[in-house]
């Protein structure tokens, strides 16, 4: 009685796990840092209109000649300063807004390429339609071109990994401005493996990304 018991039980448990699991969206994959600011400070609300991600990927060499660059837009975001410096933030990307400028000039090159990236080749937003970089540590720059490091947490397509940036950071009269480094990250750690055919080019794996964001203080 016991073993049949126990050979029923098998079964109903695995239709059970699978009916849990298909209810939960697809989990997210995180090997990020621990979040160490605060929001302890004066509140600002980002600027969607004059932030941006700028992004630039490469064909066979990396090059200018082989390259396509573009923007992404900022749906949402906020920082935090206190005692003048910047303490915490978090931006918020708009996959949709995701669209190439060096094809400007050839709007159906550019509807192609840009329905490509939104695609499951490569961004797949529809299921993924944002992206985000959590703050997770400020660290002052005492040398070199920018006078800050950005420990941070970048997520895509789901995925989370830490990243770091050199930035340049300005607080001034209510507003608050990042500008990061042009930074290499590899697509393929989040999950971004499309390549061509050999005959079209390989697409390196590196893309590279630089932030530039303005927040304005909440009266």
Not at 13 to 33: G, H, I, Q, R
Not at 171 to 191: H, L, N
Request: glycine letters at 6%; proline letters at 4%; hydrophobic letters at 35%.
């Amino acid at each position: 009685m016991r073993k049949k018991l126990f050979s029923l039980a098998i079964p109903a448990l695995f239709v059970a796990a699978v009916m849990v699991s298909c209810k939960k969206d697809k989990p997210l994959t995180s090997d990020s840092n621990e979040v160490t600011t605060t929001k302890d400070g004066n509140q600002y609300t980002l600027d969607t209109l004059n932030s941006k991600v700028e992004w630039k990927g490469y064909k066979v060499f990396k090059s200018d000649n082989t390259s396509h660059f573009g923007t992404i837009k900022f749906e949402s975001g906020d920082v935090t300063v206190k005692e003048g410096k910047l303490e915490s933030g978090k931006f918020v990307a708009d996959m949709n807004s995701l669209t190439s400028v060096d094809l400007k000039d050839s709007p159906e090159d550019m509807g192609k390429l840009n329905g490509h990236l939104k695609s499951g080749d490569f961004f797949e937003v529809e299921k993924f339609p944002t992206a985000s970089y959590e703050i997770t540590k400020v660290t002052p720059a005492t040398e070199g071109d920018y006078n800050t490091l950005l420990d941070g947490n970048l997520t895509i397509k789901g995925i989370t990994k830490p990243v770091q940036f050199k930035a340049n950071i300005s607080v001034k009269d209510g507003e608050v401005s990042v500008a990061t480094e042009p930074k290499d990250i590899k697509r393929e750690e989040f999950g971004v493996k499309f390549q061509a055919p050999a005959e079209n080019g390989v697409i390196k794996d590196e893309v590279t990304l630089q932030i530039n964001v303005k927040a304005l203080e909440k009266k």
